[in-house]
Every structure is written in structure tokens, then in C-alpha cells.
């Protein structure tokens, strides 16, 4: 087999503060044209600052190579697979980034005369009625940045509608397999948390719903597909359930790429949904952020949808419309990460219609594959077809003292990113892992091998595995340590 | 099952909270049990002194890296002493949590409940029947 | 597909693997009556040529700070971003990772956050920042959450010198919790008014933005003193982070929270996002705080590395009693503020800073000098102010337009009460020569 990674140099790097020479400068102003001020005078001496000795004094080299060696250090998709379950590490198309960077993006001002950002409005509305029709919502707004903020836009206008009805629910229902951010985001509303029990298949069954709602409850908040990959096929009884008694769904959007092109969960029952961008529709994820997280909605709920909306006029013109009176109001400082909205247009349009299905189908395809690779080699805490992603456990190697943290830290070494562990919190010992579509076959097949191989070594070597990653800059790392002393800057040594 | 040590002399709570009495005071900690299932403590937030609690309602919290679990009052009464200690140096709930590790002293409002809890064989079957 | 790679014969393999006849047998899961019949209503996927025509012409569409003089600033300021930012903040092995939880193959990410935390801490004059927000309005609706949390109070208080849009994020923030936001107003000279009167015991924290939105530098140590002898926590909110180059910390005046965004610091306009919120505090409440911290650490070998960590305050661990649902930062705009700082560095930052005050204070005297335009507030501000007109400021920025200048924010909306004006913002990019265009097409309705 070939292998997928081998030993490299790495380079050491120091802190950018323990580089910095006094006098030494990264930047040139131009010349000035304006005349000189005297800050203290104008401000009062106590107004203004003497000293910025918390920054660093680098030249423009000592920059660049600090961050181009620090770079070396990170996995990332662009290197290797990155099998991260329900975080759709899919690839980032470089064309998404030079869109992006086009002036009449990147330096447009969202303040700026609407009449004079018409390209950019009508990005935006062209994204929505794309959301739309890949969700099967009626409506979408784009202002959320991130899923979590879509997921509390989205439990607040379902907070909304209920008070306009003129009723005052106080329970959310969360399966116990959900995202932390659920229950988070009911909270942040005011709402008490009810889990909702899994069956032994690892779905929501509609007795276990019918068994705890009521109509104190607003809404059941659903991941469809599941964190173990599994569809939830009784969705459809689920949400008539819960509509009985006047309650919402809410369905997390963050597996959707299992379902692009081939199913929709607005033709489920499904009211609310928020989409991660960063996910589904391929903006880079950073290392963390930025995401965006448009929240779709029923047309019931439109009433409620946060400020400003984007509108499209009779003669083709577009306008920013405040005027909602029963808006929950507004959740960014501006219109939302404009700039990762320009990225998943340029996804969606790159794509189009069968582009969309062939990722939702390929990354389903994957899966399974892995799954059965790799079957015989780990516990499969659920078994049968899964979705987009599929989640095994270390059962297996129990008797060998490896646990799935060993076994994640192993794959480092042979150049993988780790799946997601230890989620979902229902399969003690979770390996989740999500291969997405743009992984080919011979890619899948050395990553499986990979895995199979450590199953073998953890019988074979346990220690090996135990004391994993050996080939990285850094062996394991202490967090015991950084959270019981926490030093969360960097000091200058008293000493020195 | 892993070995657990559960002192004859402490009282125990359904929560895995233990209980000393000596005379008006009664310590209270968390069980070697508590401490194994954390893992490595990381930080313990205490209440202050004066606040009273009810049986059963949280008086604090308690940390690993990766887990966060309220630490419940196993008999109501008010706080006297917490233990200071912990703010530096929460890992002494793992190193000995029937001793260093101890969290707060409360005066029991009704000395009833002391005797109501688990003793240390009653709680070693309450945590086997949980491990099962 | 360009980026699918899968050929015929693989899915055929694969299928065979997984014992199915057709793709459609993946989906059997999925109820019948559930499944789409046919494909989406999209229109037909374009290369990469096609799709460059496309968003080029919608671009084309959008007035932008690299095509022309541009004043208009109003929490999202137009400057000068060194090569080396993107160049670097490019780089896939940044863009293209995930948030660090496994450290050992993510210190490029941990390192860069962590040296983000010691600059902004010490430029805001606290002890702790966290690993960024999502934006300025949302982190400084934290930071009223978060003092709420500290002081168990119940009331938040918010000076009229707040931009209006995190005026309104607050809003919507604290509305979930029922809570009661009270306004502070603005005196004559542009500043807050003595805030005593409304501050009672319920008040957890004062919210004061420095400088304001209207531009003027606020009184912070006094406000800071009148917050802390009513029992409650000063937060300050800082938009324009470049301030931060030339203003006393906020932390060094007595702040408690200092929050904010951070974009003029090598984060790009983009239309008002991606942009960088960040949040700063003191030791004692650092368990109050809300979003991903970074802290140093040891591996296995002795030596120093860095991880996420105190994230039992965050929602994959405490769910419906986290500090916050926020899950992602904006580690990309973090990366780009950590390079650009380091760029400026101690003495590039604080000449920046000088000669943005020097633009706005040139623009003055040339207002002050002009027939027809006013500075109707006397505090001193940094390089954001309001310029009074007549007639309309609709009108007076439809003249810059003509002359090809973004001229500012129409007041007429946010602050009728000055009268006509426009909110007139000066960075390094206006040349004198421009803010003399922009004198002159503002009072053109004078002459």
C-alpha cells in the first residue's frame, strides 16, 4: 500500500513576542501630507497612551516565515483526508476565494447607498432562492454568522410565532444524540430542555415523542440525517406529532450533505432549519470560523425573520427592508459573513442542479464504503446503511487498552486528521467518522487500510498506540495541565 | 469493576457526595467513585460561607477537562468553611479526596438527614449497580 | 463533477462493496414519498470561466473602497491592508483546517490564536481576550450577558453613543431573557452624560463605546468610576480597533469587559463580514466568559505547546448551561489580525494611529474654515466626526457621489437630532487632496 505521509522537516518557531528586536518595523506609512498633531494636547494626556509594549517589533521577513513555519504545523483538508463526522470536510474550491477577493466584494462597505451595492443584494437573494430550493424552505435569512447563531435566529422567531398566537411555550425537545448547541440555544431563549430518548436503532421513534410532548412544548429540535448517520425515517409522523399539538420542528442542518438533491426537509414538515455554510456549501472552515449559518423558515414564520431583509422589487432593483414589525430584530452588526455568502454562490453556481446531487450521493456512497471496510476491524454500535457519515466504537479493543482517543492520535501519524470522538455522547468510545464526497476510491482504500492496520498494532504493540502521535512536532499534549494553571498570554521571562 | 475505596466511618449520598460528622460540623467531599469517573479534577467552584442550602439543590460545581458535574447538597443546613485550598490546587480531589480534597463544611439544619444517608456498603452496592 | 472524483467503474466497485445494485439503493432509508421525483430547479453548473463572468459582473455592481475616495467608516472602516496578510492568511494549511481540537496537528492554528490573546489583552489592558467573536455587535450582546452572569443583576445599561446596529443586536440577545436595557444619553459636546441617575442596583454593567459612534472619545475612567461605586461592571465597546493604537487602554481606565471588533486591524470590508469580534476580561472572571480559549501547555516530552481549553464553560461539554451557544470563532480574521499586528507591530500601530487622528483633524479645520458646513459636537474625537450641512445630507453626499467620493454616513436615520449631517470618517487611505473634494462637494449646496 502506499502510504499517506512520511517524515518531513519541522521547523521550530518561537512566539512572535520572543522574535521582537527593538527597532525593527513590518510596515511604511506614506508620506504624510496632513499636518503633524499633538495627540495629548488635543485628547487630554490622560486620554492617550504612552507605549504599546504588548506588541512585537519584526521585520516583514520575521513575519512571514513565523507564520509560513507555524502553517506547517496544522493538518488540514488541501493535505489529507479529514474524516471529521458531522463537520463535512469537504474540499474548498479555489475559485470560491478569488471570488471573494473581487474588489466589489471585499471592499464593499455595508453601509454604503443600497442603489449602489445591487450586486452584492442580488448575490444575496439569489443565495436565498438557491437555499430554498435545495432545503425546500420558503424563506431564508442570511444574517446568521455561524450554525449556532442560525440555530438561536431560528428558536427565536419559533419563540416569536408562538407569542404571537398569543401562547407562552416553555419547552424545547432534544433527542440525546443532538449537538450540544441545541440545547444551548434553547436555553439561551429562556426554554427548559427536554431529551428525547433514541430507540435501540439509533433513531427518534414517534412514541417516544408522543410520550413527552405536550402543549407546553414549542418545538422538537431534530438533526436529520442523525449524529450516527442514520436517517430518521419516521420524521414524517414525528412532525405531525408535534404539529398536533402545536409545536414546531426544527431540524440542524449540519448533515445536510447527505441529502443534497435527493431529499428536502421542508417536504418533511420540517419549519425551521439553519444551513452551515462552511459545511454543505464548501466555505473554508478556517480553523475555526468564520461560518455562516442561514436560517430557512416555513412561510409562517416570515413575520419573524431578522432585520434588515433583502428584497427584490418589481423592476428588478433590490432594497434592504427593516420594516417587520414582528422581527425577532437583528443578529449582526451588518448583512452576516457577506464574504462566505459570495463563496457558496460561487459553489452553488459552480454546481447547479446535478453537481448539487452528485456530492449528496457521492458523500452517502463513501460512507457506506468505509463502513464496510472497515466493519469487521471495529465495533459498529448501529448497523446497516448510514448517510453521510458513519460512526464506529472501540468495543473491540477492549481487551487491549486502546481507547478510540489512542487510535485517534495514532491515524496522526500516518498523516490523517482524527474522525470527531466521543460524539455522539450515546456510543461509549465514538469514532465518527464523515469521508464526504471528495474522497476518491484509492483514498478511501488506504485510509481504511490505515485503520485496519492499528486495529491489528493495538493487539500487536498496544504501547505504540497508547503513546501515539509519535511522529509529530508535539507527543501528546498535557490538558490537565493548561486548564488547572491556566496561562492564556504570553509574559515576558521576569528574569530577562 | 474498578477498586474504589469507600471509608466505613463517612455516610454517603446518592450523588456521590460523602459526609463527616464531627460533633456540630459535618464535611462533605466527593467519592472516590466521583473522582475516578471525572478523571482529572481541574477546578471546583465552592459556594460562600453563610449561604444555606436544602438537601438535593447544588451547591457547586465540579471540573475535569472534559466533563462539568453540579455538586449536590447531600443534607440542607449553612456553609461554615470551604476549603481554600482547592482554588489552587483542584488536583488533590483525585490525590485524596476523603482528606485534602474536602469541599465545604455545612451545620446541618436537621441532624435526621446525616443518618438518613448511605453507609459504605450500601453505597458500594448503589455504584456496582450503576457499573453494571 | 470537478471536484468529485469518482469515475464509473469506482462507484460500480463501490457499490458492489456495499452490496447495492444503483446509487438510488444508498438512499433506501429515506421513505419514497419523502424523495425528490426529480431534480432541483437550479439552474445548469458553470466552469470556472463562466462562473468569473457571472460574480464579475454582480461585483462590477458595487460601489467599493478601492475604486474610490471612501468616508464612510460608522463601525466598518476602509484601510490599508499589508500584502503579507493575505499572502499568508491564504495559506490552505490555515483556510483549510478545522477548529483545533486535536492539538497535536493544529499548533499553527493554537499558536497564532494564543499570541492573538496576549496582543489584544494587552491592548485593551486586561488580563485575558478569548479566541474571537463573531462580530462586534454579538460580542459586546456577550458582554452584557456575561456581566449579568457576574453580578446576578438584572438590568443592563447602554449609552446613547452605542452604535445602533449592536444597540440592536443587544437587543435581540437580551430579549431571550426578558432582560431590560436602559439608555444613557448623549450630552451636547457628543459625550455620555454623567450615568449616576441611571444606575440602580439592578444595573449589572454599563455599556459605553469608545470612541462613540458619533465619533467623540469618551470620559472612561469617569465612567468607569460612576459604573463601580453603583455595584456594577464598565464594558467598553470598541469599533474602530485601530483607536486602540493611540487611546489609553480601556482596561488601564477602569473597564471591567472590554469587546469589540477588530476588522480595521487587516480584516477586509467584505460588505460588513466576515469581520472579528473579540472580548477581553479580568482573571477572576474568566469563567464568566464566553468562546474558545487557547492556553499553553506541555506534551509528553517537556516541551510547550498550546491547546483549546477551560471548555467546560462551552456548549459540546455544558449544552443548555454553557456560557454561550457560540461554537465557532472567526479564526481566519484572527489569523489576518495577528499577522497585521505583528506587521505594525509596537511602533507601526501607534504611528497608524497618529496619522488617522492627523486626517481626521486636517478634514476639521478645513470644515471649520468652509461656509455652509459645521462641527456641531466639540469633544475631541479620533478619526470619525460629524459634519453638519444644509439642506440635506442626502443631498450633500449625492454631490460627493457625482465627484466620485463615498462621502460618509446620512445621519438622518441614527441621530436626526444633530440636524443635517453626515458621519465623515478619515483613515490613512484619504489622501489631502481627496478630503479636499470632500469639503468642497459637502458645502457645494452653500455656494
Known sequence: MTRNASTGIAYEEDLLFEHSRPGRVGFALPARDVPEVDAGALLGADAVRDDLPGLPELSEVDVVR???????????????????????????????????????????????????????????????????????????????????????????????LHEARGERRRVVLVPDSAHGTNPASAALNGFDVVSVPSGDDGILHPEAVEAVMTDEVAALM??????????????GAICEIVHARGGLVYLDGANLNALLGVARPGDMGVDVMH???????????????????????????????????????????????????????????????????????????????????????????????????LSDHYHVPYDGMVMHECVFSDKHLADTGVTTMDVAKRLIDHGYHPPTIYFPLIVPGALMIEPTESESLEGLDRFADTLIEIAQEARDDPETVRSAPHRTRHRRLDETRAARKPVLRWQPDPAS | MANYDFPQDLRYSREDEWVRTEGERVTIGVTDYAQQQLGDIVFVELPEVGRTFEKGEPFGVIESVKAVSDLFAPISGEVKEINPALAEAPESVNEDCYGEGWMIVIVPADSTEVSALLDAGAYAQHVESRTD | MRYVPHTEADIQQMLEAIGCERVEDLFDAIPEKLRLTGPLALPAGLSEQEVEAELGALAERNDHAQGMPWFLGAGTYAHHIPSAVDAIASRSEFTTAYTPYQAEISQGTLQAI??????????????????????????????????????????VAVTEGLHPHYRQVLETYLGGLGTPVVTVPRGPDGCTVDPTPYLDDDVACLVVQQPAFLGSVERLADAA?????????????????????????????????????????????????????????????????????????????????????????????RRERATSNICTNQGLCLLMATIYLALLGRRGLAALAQRNLEKAEYAKSRVRETAGLTLPLSAPTFNEFVVGVEGSAADALARARDAGITGGLDLATHAPEVGPAVLVCTTELCRREDIDALVAALAGGAR
Open chain 3, 114 to 155: 494564543f499570541e492573538w490573546q496576549t496582543m489584544t489583552a494587552g491592548l485593551v489592558g486586561l488580563d485575558v481576550s478569548n479566541a474571537s467573536m463573531y462580530d462586534g455587535a454579538s460580542a459586546t450582546a456577550e458582554a452584557a450577558m456575561m456581566a449579568l452572569r457576574i453580578t446576578r443583576r438584572s438590568k
Open chain 1, 66 to 160: 513565523h507564520f509560513t513555519r507555524m502553517s506547517t504545523w496544522n493538518a488540514a483538508v488541501d493535505l489529507a483526508l479529514y474524516p471529521l463526522g458531522s463537520c463535512t470536510m469537504k474540499y474548498n474550491p479555489k475559485i470560491n476565494e478569488r471570488m471573494a477577493r473581487l474588489p466589489g466584494f471585499a471592499a464593499a462597505h455595508p453601509l454604503a447607498d443600497p442603489a449602489r451595492c445591487q450586486g452584492l443584494l442580488e448575490l444575496m437573494v439569489r443565495l436565498e432562492e438557491g437555499l430554498c430550493e435545495v432545503s425546500g424552505m420558503d424563506h431564508v435569512s442570511l444574517q446568521p454568522a455561524a450554525g449556532a447563531q442560525g440555530e438561536l435566529a431560528g428558536v427565536m422567531m419559533i419563540r416569536a
Open chain 1, 222 to 235: 431534530v438533526t436529520n440525517p442523525n449524529t450516527l448517520g442514520l436517517f430518521e425515517r419516521h420524521i
Open chain 3, 225 to 317: 468610576d460612576k459604573a463601580h461605586a453603583a455595584g456594577a461592571l464598565l464594558v467598553t465597546s470598541v469599533t474602530e480597533a485601530l483607536s486602540l493604537g493611540l487611546l489609553r487602554a480601556p482596561g488601564d481606565q477602569g473597564a471591567d469587559i472590554v469587546c469589540g471588533e477588530a476588522q480595521s486591524l487587516g480584516v477586509p470590508m467584505g460588505f460588513g463580514g466576515p469581520h472579528l469580534g473579540f472580548l477581553a476580561c479580568h482573571t477572576r472572571h474568566v469563567r464568566q466568559m464566553p468562546g474558545r480559549l487557547v492556553g499553553q501547555t506541555a506534551d509528553a516530552e517537556g516541551r510547550r505547546g498550546f491547546v483549546l481549553t477551560l471548555s467546560t464553560r462551552e456548549q459540546h461539554i
Open chain 1, 275 to 373: 444551513f452551515n455554510l462552511h459545511k454543505t456549501f464548501s466555505t473554508p472552515h478556517g480553523g475555526g470560523g468564520p461560518g455562516s449559518g442561514p436560517v430557512g423558515i416555513k412561510a409562517a414564520l416570515a413575520p419573524h425573520l431578522p432585520v434588515p431583509v433583502v428584497r427584490r422589487d418589481d423592476d428588478g432593483s433590490y432594497r434592504l427592508d427593516s420594516d417587520l414589525p414582528g422581527s425577532i430584530g437583528r443578529l449582526h452588526g451588518s448583512h452576516g459573513n457577506a464574504g462566505m455568502l459570495v463563496r457558496a454562490f460561487t459553489y452553488l453556481r459552480s454546481l447547479g442542479a446535478e453537481g448539487i446531487r452528485r456530492c449528496g450521493e457521492m458523500a452517502v456512497l463513501n460512507a457506506n464504503y468505509l463502513r464496510v471496510r
